[in-house]
């Protein structure tokens, strides 16, 4: 989009315009110039004109900095707008819809009434998925539209019997072959298929009672919650046209890997290091634990070694439903200092000795040098 040409002229709004009118501009637009519905060869480019002025306009900080600099990114920025789908990429599928089907495809198509269920994925982290959490997400839908609070009709606006189909909702064409006749029928391309059309629509959402939308819900997430839980939040799918059901939402977990715990299960697993003497000895070990402020002490018995497992029950993910937790099991891993002082290097030979093990001792610094020396002389 030209640098020259203004937002504002483009959507065809005030400079002091809310963000409702700013909304309804864009989509009355849209009806004209979307290429689902449009025939112009450049419907294509004065879309993407038209998205690049809502995308800037309809966001607060974007509006701020085109009003006081002239670009969106401000000060600093390059006068470049990212002219990407406001609607996150959705022009295929939900502004489709909107439009009743791709035009390209056939505008006789018959249209759905309920609305479809929609999906969409939701990562946690391990802690949020341990003690439950609301999120927030951000998402683009068919919604109801706003105007007309649904119905599809401006005030005294009706649904009327469709005279093209004559209420059937198909159409019959006959053509003639090489057998003479032939009757096909299609869904009526001026009520698409449903007998009926409002003799007054709604001019934003064109009669559908829907509108393209961005949704910002929050999300409760369940403690305890695995990957691939579904969350069904029930009506936040793609709205119904004019006052049919909405769909549901869909919200699909991802839980995070981390860093110190690997879940199975309700369980979880991780490294618990300890030297030599307390593998030997025994010993306990402080852990943090995966809820907040929580700290959990890992009993190890005297003779442990290097790889097991030492359970603490009730250490582990909450169980969904009856609130019991799973165990956490630490993994002994004995450390071997790599440098002794002197007086626990005695305190291992001792050891070795008592025990029967064989070991190098220390060689002095005399021993290295005759050593040498002999080494010279063959």
Do not use: W
């Not at 198509?109 to 997400?137: F, P, Y």
């Amino acid at each position: 989009m030209s640098e020259s040409r203004d937002y504002y002229e483009v959507l065809g709004v005030d400079k002091d315009a809310d963000q409702r009118t700013i909304k309804k501009a864009f989509l009355k637009k849209a009806r004209l110039v979307h290429p689902d519905v449009s025939d112009d060869p450049e419907a294509e480019e004065k879309f993407k004109e038209l998205n690049e002025a809502y995308s800037v306009l309809s966001d607060e900080q974007k509006r701020a900095n085109y009003d006081q600099y002239g670009t969106a990114d401000g000060p600093m920025g390059s006068g470049f707008v990212d002219i990407s789908d406001i609607f996150g990429g959705m022009g295929d599928d939900i502004f489709s819809s909107f439009f009743g089907g791709n035009a390209r495809s056939g505008r006789g198509a018959s249209v759905r009434k309920n609305g479809r269920d929609m999906a969409i994925a939701l990562s946690v982290t391990l802690e949020e998925a341990a003690r439950g959490c609301t999120k927030t997400i951000n998402y683009e839908r068919l919604a109801t539209c706003e105007d007309c609070n649904g119905t599809g009709a401006t005030d005294g606006g009706k649904l009327v019997t469709c005279t093209r189909c004559g209420g059937s909702g198909y159409v019959t064409k006959a053509q003639r072959s090489l057998f003479g006749y032939v009757q096909s029928s299609s869904p009526c391309p001026d009520c698409h298929g449903e007998g009926s059309i409002i003799d007054h629509p709604c001019d934003v959402c064109g009669g559908q009672g829907r509108v393209p939308t961005h949704e910002k819900l929050d999300i409760d997430v369940p403690a305890g919650v695995s990957t691939g839980r579904q969350l069904r939040v029930k009506g936040y799918g793609e709205a119904g046209l004019r006052g049919a059901p909405s769909g549901d939402l869909i919200v699909t977990i991802q839980v995070e890997e981390h860093e110190r715990f690997v879940r199975r299960g309700d369980d979880l697993y991780c490294d618990v290091a300890v030297s030599i003497a307390q593998a030997a000895l025994g010993c306990k070990v402080q852990v943090t634990g995966i809820m907040p402020d929580e700290t959990v002490t890992v009993t190890v018995p005297a003779g442990t070694q290097y790889g097991e497992m030492v359970r603490a029950a009730e250490f582990g993910m909450p169980r969904s439903g009856d609130g019991a937790r799973g165990s956490l099991y630490a993994r002994v891993v004995i450390t071997v200092p790599k440098k002794l002082n002197r007086e626990a290097r005695e305190a291992l030979e001792k050891y070795a000795r008592a025990v029967g093990d064989e070991f190098e001792a220390p060689r002095s610094v005399g021993d290295r040098i005759r050593d040498a020396i002999d080494d010279i002389i063959d």
